[in-house]
């Protein structure tokens, strides 16, 4: 989703810099880029489609400036609807994050007052309110946003430019800024990435505050009051380890490849946290796991490992459907968000829901200090390193991981735990050798013009069915779609034509008969039946082999479908990290 970055302090090559600041925020996704630069008495606007790669910008020196990478919501994928947005007047510029929920209506009525729009944004609406909030009487640019921002409907992010006060001044709800002090001056970013070399002390805000920079510093707002606030600083941390390629082709190749050290990384050090969301679960009365996507997907297997291990019932919930469900929430439940950025505004909606009816929140996260790792009261930290790929992988192994440690710790099995993500580990090792992974691509060859997919588990192993088929749609854009195998005769099998791969998880427990037939019925009708499993059946036309790791099959069953999708998308020549209309962090709805 939209990256934002701001700055205002010493003359500097502002304009460079707050395009290299938007470089680092590349990885979430975006269609558009545009940068503006007080210059003089005006702002000076670039603003381009397509990705910012070796785009130049060419402004004078200066003390303010900001910029976003856009993606888009409202309006086409064009120049101007990229942001900032001006005003009428050209001394007010806007940048924004979100959805203007009641922007129409906002729109219409400027409009009718003889403001002029150049765009077809829901986010100009913004400039042209502030515009006429100054000339209406309001004192300074920070009461002219907070009045402004107290007017637009939607969760939003919004930072604003006064080229005459030479300030910036930032609101936000729900989707994250976090502003910073450096040597030079003052900046502000929808991620700490982005302050690497413009701050070393920082402030995340709040979503009842507002901050104002300028050339005398932060000055931070309780924004309903306009009452002036400490700023709590901390230490800038972003070291938040390898953000470099190295010698991989692709950042998705690197993090298949960071599986294994991620998984040991847990098993060896997570064991305090871990135990204190095992007894977070046995103390609630009802317990509910919470995540979007591949989130959801490990959120799922959860629910099947405490039930299979602690015989526990646990809940899971998509995150945009929680606060359709909320209703039996109470102060006794426990609500734990699955998430690897932290970021996604559908599970921080939910997790305020839970919060609203006094549940105990929790989160399993990657991200620290991101919106909610802020806003839990207990979290278990993956550690997983930057997860920069649009596509999650070793996030997704790392948060089934916790939940298998979790599970056993509730049952007094830790070791046990410990030793199955330990061989799971070992497994992926072998798996990540040449002979195997020559395998796949060759599967990857056979099946990567098909136009449909499907995947088919069952118990713990659909839930990993779903997550494949998520794995292989959003990285080839085949049409991949994972079922229950016991589903088949439900409709599913209506699908199947001659030649359309079946990927069937066939592990050596409980469902391995049942599965079996029914990968028989999908052979009947032409299924080209792909096997993954530690025991091959002449029921599949080609077998990816995968070791025996008990429940932790899951972390072990993710790979091959991870890299079937990335040999189909290399194939198909798409960039596997950077799907298109895909966003690495979700923050709006
Ligand atoms: C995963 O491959 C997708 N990019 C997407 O489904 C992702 O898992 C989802 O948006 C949740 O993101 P989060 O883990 O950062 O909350």
């Not at 856009?70 to 994928?77: E, F, N, Q, S, Y």
């Not at 209406?136 to 969760?155: I, M, N």
């Not at 015989?311 to 929430?329: D, L």
């Not at 098909?450 to 839930?463: K, Q, S």
Request: glycine residues 10%; charged residues 20%.
């Amino acid at each position: 989703m939209c990256g934002i970055f701001g700055y205002v302090g010493e003359p500097t090559e502002v304009g460079d810099d707050v395009l290299a600041a938007l470089r680092a925020l590349e990885y979430r996704g975006y269609d558009s880029w545009g940068v503006a630069v007080g210059v003089n008495g005006h702002i000076g606007v670039e603003k381009q489609t397509g990705k910012i790669a070796q785009a130049t910008v060419d402004f004078p020196t200066s003390d303010i400036g900001f910029g976003h990478t856009r993606w888009a919501t409202h309006g086409g994928v064009t120049r101007p609807n990229a942001h900032p947005h001006l005003d009428c007047t050209g001394q007010l510029a806007v940048i924004h994050n979100g959805i203007v929920e009641n922007f129409r209506e906002l729109r219409d009525a400027l409009i009718g007052r003889g403001h002029h729009f150049r765009s077809e944004t829901d986010s100009e609406v913004i400039a042209h309110l502030l515009e006429e909030t100054l000339a209406g009487g309001v004192p300074d640019l920070a009461r002219a946003t907070a009045v402004v921002f107290d007017a637009l409907q939607g969760l939003n992010a919004v930072i604003v430019m006064d080229v005459r006060s030479r300030e910036l001044v930032a609101a936000k709800t729900v989707s994250p800024l976090v502003a910073g002090i450096g040597s030079l001056g003052v900046a502000i970013a929808s991620d700490a990435l982005a302050l690497r070399g413009h701050a070393d002390r920082v402030v995340y805000l709040e979503d009842d505050q507002l901050v104002r920079l300028s050339k005398s510093g932060l000055t931070l707002y309780e924004r309903k009051t306009m009452r002036e606030i400490p700023v709590p600083l901390m230490a800038l941390d972003v070291s938040q380890g390898d953000t470099a390629l190295g010698a991989y082709p692709h950042f998705m190749a690197k993090e298949m490849a960071e599986q294994p050290a991620v998984l040991e990384h847990l098993a060896r050090g997570a064991e305090r946290p871990i135990r204190e969301l095992a007894a977070a679960v046995r103390e609630s009365y009802g317990t509910f796991f919470v995540g979007c996507g591949t989130a959801s997907y490990a959120a799922l297997t959860g629910s099947y490992l405490y039930s299979r291990i602690a015989a526990r019932h646990v809940n899971f919930v998509v995150g945009s459907e929680f606060k359709y469900h909320e209703h039996f929430i109470t102060p006794q439940s426990l609500v734990v968000a699955l998430s690897q950025s932290g970021e996604t505004v559908d599970v921080i909606e939910a997790m305020l829901a839970a919060r609203k009816r006094g549940a105990r929140l929790g989160a399993v996260l990657n991200v620290a200090r991101s919106t909610l790792d802020r806003m839990v009261d207990l979290r278990v930290h993956l550690d997983a390193g930057p997860e920069q790929c649009v596509l999650s992988t070793k996030a997704y192994t790392a948060k089934v991981a916790v939940l298998l440690l979790a599970s056993h710790a509730l049952a007094g099995t830790y070791e046990r735990g410990r030793d199955l993500v330990l061989s799971a580990a070992e497994g992926l090792n072998h798996m990540l050798a040449a002979d195997w992974t020559e395998q796949v691509q060759e599967v990857a060859r056979s099946i990567h013009q098909a136009e449909h997919l499907f995947v088919i588990g069952r118990g713990l192993a659909f839930p990993t069915a779903l997550e494949a088929a998520l794995k292989i749609k959003e990285s080839s854009y085949i049409h991949a779609e994972g079922f229950a195998g016991g589903e088949l005769k439900h409709g599913v099998i209506a699908l199947v034509a001659p030649g359309t791969p079946c990927i069937v998880y066939a592990p050596n427990d409980e469902t391995r008969a049942d599965i079996l037939s029914g990968a028989m019925e999908l052979k009947s009708r032409g299924g080209y039946m792909i096997g993954i499993g530690p025991t091959p059946d002449p029921v599949f036309d080609v077998h990816l082999l995968t070791p025996d790791v008990a429940d932790a099959a899951p972390l072990v069953n993710a790979l091959p479908a991870q890299m079937l999708g990335y040999h189909a998308a290399l194939l198909r020549g798409n960039d596997p990290d950077k799907p298109r209309n895909l966003a690495k962090s979700v923050t709006v709805k």
